[in-house]
């Protein structure tokens, strides 16, 4: 059986090799649609690796209160967005205060700036920084793990501690070959002692995530004075069967605190960390049923193609087919050896958009920042398919090469 399989292979890669240009054609058919179906798969296996580690860092029992309600805007698909008044300090502070509880803790935060620079000695970064105003709770509520270093603690943020947490890109750039600990950087002309370095954690949608500047909540107001600054709360409940509840309490809260009526909508959003988790899930569900009905359409073509050019083969060795069998080839061997054939090219075209595919989510991952992961579940889809490609395009023409008449073959020209 082996030797018949190695004999075939190699009828086939000669026939292969004799038909070149037709083979490369078949082959590059079949591998487009493989390439659409792994290059799809392969950058919604990049985005679900890598949003996924992000919110679930947070863990299933945190919500955020912030400006808008962004969760349900994107999936009503309602453009005609309520101009929300931001949340205040004074806001955020009363709430932090009415959620004085064991179970619960409260951080307040703000994005300072988005173009900043921060300095160390003679070097420094490009205008690019994100300086973040926190507080000592914000990173254990966020997920943030630390490479070196420690977080911010109440010392430092009720006594203006001149201190800063910097993200991973600074011990790559700004402090490389140096331990950055300790070390003093200046931010808007103010100097700070970095106390720690968080562990990397890329960019999202082109947000450098590592090129990030924290420094003590009471510090930033003082230093960005801007006006209608916005805040953001991040509540971490630690019995996660009184989430529910703590929601609703912080829901009536916030409410309060602005100074709503019962008739009135709340003008501002709770987002979930689960319910985010769970949003994204349905978004990639939906984006790997696209790519599986890409990568089918074409592959259904490149079946229809394959099958034809396999025909064409049959039609023009019919005289070969004719002395093969009046030389005692039996209907088996006939048919084994065109299907044969027929799975070589399909393999091949699999092969080549496999790697295409990879290659083309490699690239995509990395110009917008995503971890790439392999996807192994579009590789074995890639194999499959390539398979079933052969199975349907390959057993009609074979069967039919199998039937021809040794005589009558022998007769055509």
Do not use: H
Not at 241 to 257: F, G, H, P, V, Y
Not at 304 to 328: D, F, H, Q
Not at 373 to 396: E, K, Q
Request: charged share 20%; proline share 2%.
């Amino acid at each position: 059986m082996l030797k018949l399989l190695f004999e075939n292979t190699k009828i086939a890669l000669g026939a292969i090799r004799s038909q070149l240009l037709r083979t490369i054609l078949t082959v590059f058919i079949i591998a487009s649609g493989i390439w659409a179906l792994v290059g799809i798969l392969s950058a919604v296996s990049a985005l679900e690796n890598t949003l996924f580690s992000n919110f679930a860092s947070m863990g299933a029992n945190t919500f955020n209160i912030s400006r808008y309600d962004y969760s349900s805007q994107i999936s009503s698909g309602n453009n005609d967005v309520k101009i929300n008044p931001v949340i205040n300090y004074n806001q955020a502070k009363a709430f932090k205060e009415s959620l004085d509880k064991s179970y619960i803790t409260t951080s307040i935060s703000f994005t300072a700036s988005s173009t900043t620079e921060v300095k160390y000695e003679s070097k420094k970064t490009d205008p690019e920084v994100s300086i973040i105003g926190a507080d000592e709770y914000y990173f254990t509520n966020s997920g943030l793990e630390f490479e070196n270093g420690r977080p911010f603690n109440e010392f430092d943020v009720k006594n203006n501690n001149a201190v800063c947490i910097l993200g991973a890109d600074f011990a790559k750039g700004l402090f490389k070959d140096t331990n950055p600990i300790d070390k003093i950087v200046s931010i808007r002309g103010t100097k700070f002692k970095v106390i720690g370095i968080l562990k990397e954690k890329g960019s999202i949608f082109g947000n450098k995530q590592d090129l990030r500047a924290f420094i003590p909540l009471n510090i930033a107001r003082g230093i960005f004075t801007l006006a209608n600054i916005d805040y953001e709360i991040q509540t971490l409940v630690t019995q996660n069967e009184l989430l529910n509840t703590t929601i609703d309490e912080a829901t009536l809260k916030m409410r309060q605190i602005r100074g709503l009526n019962p008739s009135q909508e709340s003008n501002f959003g709770i987002r979930r960390s689960d319910d985010l988790i769970e949003s994204l899930k349905n978004q990639t569900v939906m984006l790997t049923a696209i790519a599986w009905m890409i990568g089918v359409i074409t592959i259904f073509g490149s079946s229809i193609a394959l099958m034809n050019i396999m025909l064409v083969s049959v039609t023009e060795r019919t005289k070969e087919i004719g002395i093969r069998k009046s030389l005692g080839a039996k209907k088996n061997t006939i048919l084994f050896q065109f299907f044969t054939e027929t799975i070589v090219i399909s393999q091949l075209g699999g092969l080549v958009g496999m790697i295409l595919g990879l290659l083309t989510g490699y690239i995509f991952t990395k110009i917008i920042g995503f971890a790439f992961v392999i996807p192994w579940m579009a590789i074995i889809a890639a194999i499959i398919t390539s398979f079933v490609v052969a199975i349907i395009s390959g057993l009609y023409p074979a069967i039919k090469a199998s039937k021809l008449d040794p005589v009558e073959a022998l007769r055509y020209e």
